[in-house]
């Protein structure tokens, strides 16, 4: 047995001042993520491919294709500016949201950071999170919704700098003529190739559009829809009338669709 | 560093709330260890206390920002989250138990050595000694353990304290008195046992 010595009370005061640590190193860089002053990133697969995903605390930032790591952060960094991060995976809440909104789960819940945009863009990448999955509908359909018809360039301006593309799908949305028309996330070829993986058939859009049909109405509901609503592809093709406008489809006596409401797409400059 | 932040928080707060996280980070998670024992909790409670305050900051107009005691401010949040997260796991508690009671050197010898010499041996003895004294620690009462870092871990003046705890300098005094005493009565008496000495 050894003797014990006493300990003195400054030994103790010593002894606690010596049991401050370091932090560490994760601390500082998640809590800036966490209030949104930082963000992380990882890759993502999508019907399109991999895909790049930024995210802090307040929701998901970006989604951008690039072909490397450094081509993506040299992006982000030019658009949004923050600290940037590499995380080896999305978070697993995060993945699996982002997956069930691109399968069609419009009620998945998935924050999105939008901070620094215009009212204006928010209105126009909130009203396309209302377009169905597998569904399309004009530029001037969300002027009009969001209550400035006339607006209808700008709307195509705000779709183009779509921050979360495939999130926030504008890839649903269309030239006013029908056709299909540009993409952001890799240009028109992407763009057939994600509607054609939410059940759609580009090719059959293109070709009505083509023949200047722009709505196709039912002669026993006497009710007209947008050619892509769930309502007109329901149809069968001996009931199946086609409208060039919504006063032809009006004049003949058919109502809009309250579901797709071609009126509204009607209704913009 | 201090007395400059808060103007500079009023001022900007994304701009300067990097320099805050950075200029409390290590003492919030040593006041959070050192209250909850485990590395993994004191880094959730830390970060969570920056962001508390960071989102509270977001809400004070400039005035009530750069007449802010930041240090004292900060300690409240992070004890007041820490107190919360034990209550729920009802285990803010001792781990004396499973290294030290294998451990051959008398606790007492261990507790009393702060070397400072550079060898890796005068390293893990310290490293021994400061496992020792946390777990000393954790056996005090939360009403003693709190003032005792937030005076001796921290450093935090007495009124310092008084305001991050809402007690009297007086009562405070006490307490990290009292809580003094009882480390050193049970470093003293600690019932490890003496085996073999293994000295290098």
């Known amino acids: ?269 | 560093m201090d007395d400059a932040l808060p103007t500079e928080l009023a001022a900007d707060l994304d701009g300067a709330y990097e320099r805050l996280v950075i200029a409390h980070q290590d003492r919030l998670f040593s006041i959070a260890l050192r209250l909850l024992g485990d590395p993994r909790d004191a880094e959730e409670v830390a970060q969570d206390a920056l962001v508390r305050a960071y989102r509270a900051l977001a809400t004070y107009d400039a005035v009530r920002i750069r007449s802010l005691a930041l240090r004292p401010w900060l300690a409240a949040i992070v004890v007041n989250l820490s107190r919360n997260r034990g209550r729920r796991r009802k285990l803010a508690t001792v781990r004396l138990d499973v290294p030290s009671a294998l451990d051959a050197t008398p606790l007492t010898a261990r507790l009393a050595a702060p070397d400072t010499s550079g060898s890796p041996h005068a390293a893990a003895l310290r490293r021994e000694s400061a496992h020792d004294w946390a777990a000393l620690l954790a056996t005090l009462p939360p009403r003693l353990r709190v003032p005792v870092v937030l005076r001796h871990v921290d450093g935090l003046s007495y009124a310092e304290m008084a305001t991050a705890l809402g007690r009297p300098e007086g009562t405070l005094k006490a307490q990290v008195h009292r809580g003094l005493a009882q480390l050193r009565a049970a470093a003293e008496s600690s019932s490890l046992p003496d085996l073999e000495v293994m000295t290098a």
């Open chain 1, 1 to 269: 047995m050894t003797a014990r010595p006493a300990i003195d009370l400054t030994e103790v005061e010593a002894a606690l001042a010596a049991l401050a640590v370091p932090a560490p190193a994760t601390l500082a860089p998640a809590t800036l993520t966490s209030v949104g002053l930082a963000d992380e990133y990882a890759t993502m697969v999508t019907p399109v491919g991999d895909v790049y995903v930024a995210w802090n605390g307040l929701g998901i930032s970006t989604v951008d294709r690039a072909e490397d790591d450094a081509a993506f952060e040299q992006r982000f960094r030019r658009m949004i500016g923050r600290p940037l991060r590499r995380a080896v995976a999305l978070p697993e809440a995060l993945a699996r949201a982002i997956g069930q909104r691109l399968a069609g789960d419009r009620r998945a819940n998935l924050p999105l950071d939008l901070r620094g945009r215009s009212e204006f863009e928010r209105a126009v990448w909130l009203k396309a999170l209302e377009i169905p999955h597998g569904e399309v509908r004009p530029y001037g359909w969300i002027a009009a919704e969001i209550g400035r018809p006339r607006a209808v360039r700008a709307v195509g301006t705000a779709l183009a700098h779509n921050p979360v593309p495939l999130v926030v799908p504008c890839h649903r949305v269309v030239r006013s003529d029908g056709l299909l028309g540009n993409y952001s996330l890799g240009g028109p070829g992407v763009k057939r190739d994600i509607l054609a993986s939410e059940g759609l058939d580009p090719g059959e859009l293109e070709s009505l559009a083509r023949a200047r049909i722009r709505y196709l109405g039912s002669d026993t509901t006497r009710i007209y829809c947008l050619p892509s609503c769930h309502q007109a592809r329901r149809i069968t093709a001996s009931h199946r009338v086609a409208f060039s406008s919504a006063r032809a489809s009006e004049a003949a006596g058919y109502r809009a669709c309250r579901r797709c409401r071609p009126d509204s797409a009607a209704r913009a400059a």
